[in-house]
């Protein structure tokens, strides 16, 4: 009767390390297959790791790969709005995080999402008549599977499975990650990074970099950020089973340059996102220098307990369109009162009309660009001229 214990016998650190294990495969096969390569088509896959990823699913979600894509591409489209399939913004921090699994389910019967945001996805004999049509099936055999090799035990191993990916991925991914943590870019929604390392969501932490970045393999972007799905992409491309189609923009200086040309446009519209963060980055010592002489002012005593420093910092690195309604009186009230964050605001806000003039020609921004450099250059603020030299040298990475 020993049979009943299952074929593999460990001590109990060893089932919790099975567990561990048996998890994060599962996580790596969400993150590189169903949303990078998926979802956003940052990387090609080859079939052999691509139809891994996709049984390992089956087995330890019975997701379906069509419809987890198009609910995370209408996710992207429709963000932080009441079309957003599962957006703590709009339906709560509690409900999202409590009730992930329940959103998705929802979202997964109405079949207009399918037939706009699923193309592309797999629809192969086993897609239509095994991982489709049966995929209730898949965790039923993991549960068999777990119970012939550990058994009693596997059981607590196989519930273990069928709540990872609700808890992490719908609940604390979908939740936190647009609710709390740090934000690298002020992007059009919510979204945050919710730690600088993760190993358990594989890199899924990094949703800021994810969302301003959608269609880059890589979620990393900061020096102390890791991103262990990307280790996984690197390790397969090596061995010839991934090849990588997007990253995200890097913007570099190239210290022999000093005039603006064609290179240096298109390198400050493709790195709009880190360009802004820069010039909030840079222009610190000024607005900090400006914030305390206002703080030490009679003039504006109903922002006195504020932290003025941090809300210019998202101020500056934002576009005007998306500062709340509510901050805008602040801000409002800050800039009548210094002509130096006036005129630092006054020009990072230019910087973004610069790169929304779609209809300007290529030769016209181009001048834009140079009139915006000129001027910043003879402002007296000389972060700002830093600045604007900075910009003269802009190149793609």
């Known amino acids: 009767m020993e049979w009943i214990n299952g074929l593999v016998s460990l001590p109990w650190w060893g089932y919790v390390l099975v567990t561990l294990g048996l998890t994060h495969i599962t996580i790596a096969s969400v993150t590189i297959f169903l949303h990078r390569h998926q979802a956003h088509r940052a990387l090609d896959l080859h079939p052999l790791p691509s139809h891994f990823f996709r049984f390992w699913l089956w087995l330890t979600t019975g997701m379906v790969t069509k419809e987890w894509a198009a609910i995370h591409r209408k996710h992207h489209a429709r963000c932080e709005t009441a079309e957003d399939p599962h957006s703590p913004v709009v339906l709560g921090i509690r409900k999202v995080l409590t009730e992930g699994a329940e959103l998705y389910r929802a979202a997964c019967k109405d079949h207009t999402i399918m037939e706009k945001f699923g193309h592309g996805t797999p629809d192969d004999w086993l897609e239509r008549h095994v991982y489709s049509r049966h995929s209730g099936k898949g965790i039923a055999l993991m549960l068999a599977i777990n119970l012939v090799l550990f058994g009693p035990i596997g059981l607590t191993i196989w519930a273990i499975q069928m709540v990872w990916i609700p808890f992490w991925a719908a609940g604390v991914i979908n939740g936190i990650g647009h609710y709390w943590g740090y934000r690298n870019f002020e992007n059009e929604d919510a979204s945050t990074n919710i730690v600088p390392w993760g190993i358990l969501v594989g890199g ?122 509510s901050e805008r009186d602040q801000l409002a009230r800050l800039l009548e009162n210094s002509q130096v964050l006036e005129t630092i605001y006054s020009m990072r806000q230019e910087l973004t009309r610069l790169w929304e003039r779609s209809t300007l020609t290529r030769d016209e921004l181009l001048r834009e660009l140079q009139d915006w450099c000129v001027r910043a250059e003879a402002s007296g603020i000389q972060a700002l001229e830093q600045f604007a030299f900075g910009l003269r040298r802009a190149a793609m990475a």
């Open 204 to 325: 899924e932490e990094l949703h800021n970099n994810h969302h301003t970045f959608g269609t880059s393999a890589k979620f990393s972007y900061k020096w102390f950020e890791f991103d262990l799905g990307w280790t996984y992409i690197r390790v397969l491309e090596t061995l010839g089973l991934a090849k990588v189609r997007k990253v995200a923009p890097r913007l570099q200086e190239n210290e022999g340059q000093h005039q603006i040309g064609v290179a240096q446009l298109q390198a400050v519209i493709a790195n709009r996102y880190a360009v802004a963060a820069r010039y909030a980055r840079e222009l610190k010592s000024v607005y900090a220098s400006e914030l305390e002489k206002l703080r030490h002012s009679a003039a504006l005593p109903e922002l006195a307990g504020l932290n003025l420093s941090r809300k210019m910092k998202v101020w500056l690195k934002q576009d005007a369109k998306d500062t709340p309604a």
